[in-house]
């Protein structure tokens, strides 16, 4: 999409403003930082398969003198640090890459290879900016080492596999997370923008991610020869038919005023051109925010695609199969608002009013949703950390150009600038979370 007006906006925003809040002189600490992003970057491994980025983190943080756990819910890390009385605060990172092969042109672009799991050769790539999120983790895991005599209470950094196919979070919840280790009191995360330029932070208070459910819907027909159609029923034409129904349920059965997103993304049947199949395959990814609006896409979409094969012809046992993927089912992403305010306060203090502004949610997916709606009901906060290089940013303004987004080949975030300013964020974030008043 375009460029909105609200990021035109941000080119426009004030240079940072002096720090008020934890004073972080990064000039020391900046240049490993930096390095350890580099590698990351270089060595991306695919979701499930994070077992060299987990031993990175995990090591950097026994150095600091966390309590590690590694192997957690597949290569996940969990790192203690107990500082005294006061609350538990929990800040997140993901670790996976992505199936991309990079062509940013970076002297430091990665070139790994591998055998994907459909023994495909593809190559991998932190595509979706985990290597920012993995190196402002352990930055901010530095930060607030150093400066353990301004916060007390638990540090709890957990570092997830698998957030890109979203099964991280669940795994890492059901082997305990929150009762082997530790309980939060609060929750936090953040994510590279490939919108905002960096140096610059952005929120919003209630949902900021979207649910996402994979859907598969098999058609089935009585195929039969090209030039006979009379004596078939093509599930092509059932096929079409219901992918141009699927779209009124957004448009007819659900209020204008709850978003949602129906895409049919895939659609395979038959072998050829004078040959109908028996059998047309649909894949389906649906978005909203409401848990009753996905409840009731699902409940739409079973009985669209059976009344459409109905009206067909069909028998009730050639019914359409409706498949929801809910190992692979994430919720949206909900920002509790007193949290956020208290997290949008502190790194105004630290990098200035202008720097952080205000964004509007996206129908993206994120499985650090999950934790927020476990039975703890612990309050959650993500924020975006501006990713774009300025002059990047400036021509596309003046060009009316597209950035590359995330999960683009071209994806090249400005990581001097962003992962001070994510370091300097989430450290000052935390500590605000850890001396909040009760």
Known sequence: MKLSYLSAAL?????????????????????????????????????????NTGKKIAGKLSKLGFEVTDNVGGYGVVGIYKNGNGPTVMIRTDTDGLPITEQTNKPYASTVKVIDEHGANVGVMHGCGHDIHMSSFIGTSEQLIAHKSK????????????????????????EGLFSKYAKPDHIIALHVSASVPAGKVTMKNEYTMASVDSVDINIKGKG??????????????IAARTVLALQTITSRELSPLEPSVITVGSIHGGSKHNVISDEVKLQLTLRSYNPDVRNAQIAAIKRITRGIAQSAGLEEPDYPAVVVHEDESIPSTYNNPSQTNIVRGAIKNVIGDTNVLETQAVMAGEDFGLY??????????????????????????????????????????DYKVALPTGIKAMSNAAVALFNKSE
Request: aromatic share 8%.
């Open 151 to 174: 916060w007390k209470g638990t540090l709890m950094m957990v570092a997830q596999p698998a957030e890109e196919v979203g099964g991280g979070a669940k795994a890492m919840l059901s």
């Open 11 to 51: 080119l426009f925003a004030a240079p940072l403003l002096q720090a008020k809040g934890l004073d972080l002189d990064l000039s020391k600490t900046m240049p490993s930082i930096e390095k350890f992003y580099l590698d990351l970057h270089q060595s991306p491994e695919l979701s499930y398969s994070e077992k």
């Open 372 to 413: 927020g709606r476990t039975d703890e009901n612990i309050p959650i906060t993500l924020f975006w950390l501006g990713g774009v290089n300025q002059q990047q940013y400036e021509k596309a303004i003046k060009n009316n150009e597209t950035l590359p987004s995330l999960h683009s080949s071209k994806f090249a975030p």
């Open 224 to 237: 039969g020869h090209g030039a006979y159609p009379h004596t078939t029923i093509d599930p092509v034409v």
